[in-house]
């Protein structure tokens, strides 16, 4: 018996009127990886994790890794935490051409084919079909159609319904891949600009991409694939910036939200929802934006706790000359400086403001520069520092006072890992209040 896929049981408690929803972990760090494991098993839940298409393809990405290398990567972590492989579901994020966009559309298409494939063949089982950018030969100068976008999309989803097939002849247990499709697409890893409006998706557009991916998906013979069509990706009014947070407003998104409710087997996903406050993120739930896409926002908590680390070891050894200094914060911004470009299309302004923001932007574009070796060692060196000493409480309280609390409730311990992990798991616990139905956010918080 095949089995069903977990997201088709949320779209069915959305349905029946449950808010339920899932959170999607856009993010190949491992240390949060392992938070959002560990937060799970507490809760034995599924964790969806997921890989974007400029971070993890057939050529590496910018992780080295291509999607058969993640998910042994993804599947190691688990091993160490002993969390169930089976409770893990994969994603692919923006699917299509991005990685290729300045290349001839038939170039990309055929790359972004062999990403798909290489995708669904790794077991990765939701797959994020965008094709809604401009090619290298398209019409810059006028808004790309619905029916090129919906087209280029059919043929993405047709090639991951083959190589499903190939699959499930060498493993008969593999799980039916469910899609997201949409052309709605916030920009990945959040807006470069501070000033760029953010409109919510009109009804009509939302009904008409609905409409034009059902009749390219079904003139490619994908009538079952149309089936798995599981989310529509929107722009509900959430986005963030360097510096700000378009926060979301149930009243502007309440007449694209009403209208989800004449697909009975369609919810909205979510991106960009970084930053939005745990009860912004329980509204979005309750209005049918079931799938809570974060990554920034993730790895902007870890960096606040290597950052916090980094200087309770300062204080800890600054005068201690048998200690050799990680200089993480210095190590880091040194590596961020020499190589601008993961930040410089994010970042502007005078030198100061982009000193600034190298290390505190809510982009953070600091999660880029993490697998350095320079930066990893540095990493590396500080926590074995910390781990040479126990850490004196009066300093967990200075850096991370939520995380002396727990210490002292007994529901933390006082371990350099222990503490980073927890900075993580203080955002990922905005989202497992938002996404559970009939839970506080004090419950939420509870170990």
């Given at each position: 018996?095949?089995?069903?896929?977990?997201?088709?049981?949320?779209?069915?408690?959305?349905?029946?009127?449950?808010?339920?929803?899932?959170?999607?972990?856009?993010?190949?760090?491992?240390?949060?990886?392992?938070?959002?494991?560990?937060?799970?098993?507490?809760?034995?839940?599924?964790?969806?994790?997921?890989?974007?298409?400029?971070?993890?393809?057939?050529?590496?990405?910018?992780?080295?890794?291509?999607?058969?290398?993640?998910?042994?990567?993804?599947?190691?972590?688990?091993?160490?935490?002993?969390?169930?492989?089976d409770m893990i579901i994969l994603g692919g994020?923006?699917?299509?051409?991005?990685?290729?966009?300045?290349?001839?559309?038939?170039?990309?298409?055929?790359?972004?084919?062999?990403?798909?494939?290489?995708?669904?063949?790794?077991?990765?089982?939701?797959?994020?079909?965008?094709?809604?950018?401009?090619?290298?030969?398209?019409?810059?100068?006028?808004?790309?159609?619905?029916?090129?976008?919906?087209?280029?999309?059919?043929?993405?989803?047709?090639?991951?319904?083959?190589?499903?097939?190939?699959?499930?002849?060498?493993?008969?247990?593999?799980?039916?891949?469910?899609?997201?499709?949409?052309?709605?697409?916030?920009?990945?890893?959040?807006?470069?600009?501070?000033?760029?409006?953010?409109?919510?998706?009109?009804?009509?557009?939302?009904?008409?991409?609905?409409?034009?991916?059902?009749?390219?998906?079904?003139?490619?013979?994908?009538?079952?694939?149309?089936?798995?069509?599981?989310?529509?990706?929107?722009?509900?009014?959430?986005?963030?910036?360097?510096?700000?947070?378009?926060?979301?407003?149930?009243?502007?998104?309440?007449?694209?939200?009403?209208?989800?409710?004449?697909?009975?087997?369609?919810?909205?996903?979510?991106?960009s929802t970084d930053y939005q406050t745990a009860?912004?993120?329980?509204?979005?739930?309750?209005?049918?934006?079931?799938?809570?896409?974060?990554?920034?926002?993730?790895?902007?908590?870890?960096?606040?706790?290597?950052?916090?680390?980094?200087?309770?070891?300062?204080?800890?050894?600054?005068?201690?000359?048998?200690?050799?200094?990680?200089?993480?914060?210095?190590?880091?911004?040194?590596?961020?400086?020499?190589?601008?470009?993961?930040?410089?299309?994010?970042?502007?302004?005078?030198?100061?403001?982009?000193?600034?923001?190298?290390?505190?932007?809510?982009?953070?574009?600091?999660?880029?520069?993490?697998?350095?070796?320079?930066?990893?060692?540095?990493?590396?060196?500080?926590?074995?520092?910390?781990?040479?000493?126990?850490?004196?409480?009066?300093?967990?309280?200075?850096?991370?006072?939520?995380?002396?609390?727990?210490?002292?409730?007994?529901?933390?311990?006082?371990?350099?890992?222990?503490?980073?992990?927890?900075?993580?798991?203080?955002?990922?616990?905005?989202?497992?209040?938002?996404?559970?139905?009939?839970?506080?956010?004090?419950?939420?918080?509870?170990?």
């Amino acid at each position: 018996m095949d089995r069903k896929h977990p997201l088709r049981e949320i779209v069915r408690m959305q349905k029946s009127g449950i808010a339920r929803g899932i959170y999607s972990a856009c993010t190949a760090n491992d240390y949060v990886i392992e938070a959002v494991m560990e937060r799970a098993l507490k809760r034995n839940e599924y964790v969806l994790i997921e890989a974007t298409a400029n971070q993890v393809n057939q050529f590496g990405g910018y992780t080295g890794m291509t999607p058969e290398d993640f998910k042994e990567f993804v599947y190691t972590i688990a091993k160490k935490v002993d969390f169930p492989v089976d409770m893990i579901i994969l994603g692919g994020d923006h699917l299509g051409p991005l990685t290729w966009k300045n290349e001839k559309s038939a170039e990309a298409m055929e790359k972004a084919v062999e990403l798909v494939r290489q995708y669904v063949l790794a077991g990765f089982t939701k797959i994020h079909i965008d094709t809604s950018m401009h090619l290298g030969d398209d019409d810059k100068g006028k808004r790309l159609d619905t029916e090129i976008i919906a087209e280029r999309g059919a043929v993405l989803c047709s090639e991951a319904e083959k190589a499903f097939a190939q699959l499930k002849e060498a493993n008969p247990n593999a799980v039916q891949p469910v899609y997201v499709v949409g052309s709605e697409v916030p920009i990945p890893g959040g807006s470069q600009e501070e000033d760029e409006g953010i409109q919510v998706t009109k009804v009509e557009d939302f009904e008409d991409t609905v409409e034009t991916f059902k009749k390219a998906f079904l003139k490619h013979n994908l009538h079952s694939a149309w089936e798995n069509v599981v989310a529509i990706v929107v722009q509900p009014g959430v986005e963030f910036g360097d510096e700000t947070i378009h926060e979301y407003n149930r009243e502007s998104a309440r007449e694209l939200c009403n209208a989800l409710r004449k697909y009975p087997n369609l919810v909205f996903e979510g991106h960009s929802t970084d930053y939005q406050t745990a009860e912004a993120l329980k509204q979005m739930v309750e209005d049918g934006i079931a799938i809570l896409k974060v990554g920034p926002a993730l790895t902007f908590a870890l960096r606040e706790g290597l950052f916090a680390l980094n200087h309770i070891e300062n204080e800890l050894f600054r005068y201690n000359p048998d200690i050799q200094l990680s200089n993480f914060i210095n190590v880091l911004d040194d590596c961020m400086g020499k190589n601008p470009e993961y930040w410089k299309n994010h970042y502007h302004g005078n030198g100061s403001k982009i000193r600034i923001a190298r290390k505190y932007s809510l982009s953070d574009r600091c999660r880029y520069y993490l697998p350095i070796k320079e930066v990893r060692e540095s990493l590396e060196l500080m926590i074995s520092n910390l781990r040479s000493t126990t850490i004196p409480l009066t300093l967990i309280s200075a850096f991370m006072p939520l995380q002396y609390r727990k210490i002292r409730n007994g529901l933390l311990k006082n371990d350099p890992e222990a503490l980073l992990k927890d900075r993580i798991v203080d955002c990922i616990d905005d989202y497992i209040y938002a996404v559970t139905p009939d839970i506080t956010l004090e419950n939420a918080r509870c170990k």
